[in-house]
């Protein structure tokens, strides 16, 4: 698997330039414009190093980084600042609002690819759990982190999925434990129903077995 990294910088050049060249070296990388946008980013991908720009505009590198160090979900993410500003006081505010390394800029592309390969040799990649959880008593639908609200058709099919995971359920069985055998629905129903909730919950736990009904995988 890919090591995931996440660079966050204003400037339009170092986000194109660094991208290039870190995937070169085989990681997969992710870019946003400003603090506020990076951590939008970082909730999506769960990235394994975050490049942090120190100074941005909207949230600045150390809000950014005190607000990742705040969140359940990205606390243990490691964070490298680049910043144009090498003084004293500089880094130490950094290393005080929880960055594990800063990196000086002008960025001179050996020495930034040296470092993130030492940053990387000191985690295991430990992918952020997206396993599927039911709660029938509060009426809600966690997928790691998140918290996931469904109308009540959706609520009940995939209630009816996960009750099982692995075991195939025929479009019949659906329509008559979801909708009831007095209720007349489309034939299409289903799919829609299905389609939505892989928009929300995402797209590899439901499985469709062609000609034959759906199943549900962890």
Not at 69 to 97: H, W
Not at 120 to 139: A, G
Request: hydrophobic share 40%.
């Amino acid at each position: 698997m890919a090591y995931r990294i996440l660079l966050i910088d204003d400037e339009a050049d170092i986000l194109e330039f660094v991208k290039y060249n870190l995937e070169k070296d085989g990681y997969e990388v992710f870019t946003a414009s400003n603090g506020a946008e990076g951590l939008e980013v970082a909730l999506k991908v769960k990235p394994h190093l975050i490049l942090l720009d120190m100074m941005m505009p909207v949230l600045d590198g150390i809000e950014t980084c005190k607000a990742i160090r705040q969140s359940p979900t990205l606390k243990n993410v490691m964070v490298v600042f680049l910043s144009a500003v090498g003084t004293e006081e500089t880094m130490v505010q950094g290393y005080g609002v929880g960055a594990d390394d800063y990196i000086n800029k002008p960025i001179k592309m050996n020495v930034l690819r040296g470092r993130v390969q030492a940053i990387l040799k000191r985690i295991t990649p430990v992918e952020i759990s997206d396993k599927i959880e039911i709660d029938v008593e509060h009426y809600q639908v966690r997928k790691g982190e998140e918290v996931i609200t469904l109308p009540r058709k959706e609520f009940s099919l995939l209630q009816l999925l996960h009750s099982q995971p692995g075991k195939l359920y025929t479009r019949d069985e659906i329509y008559a434990k979801v909708w009831g055998n007095k209720v007349v629905v489309g034939d299409r129903t289903i799919d829609v129903h299905i389609r939505k909730l892989r928009q929300k919950i995402g797209e590899d736990h439901i499985v469709t077995v062609k000609g034959m009904g759906y199943k549900f995988e962890e």
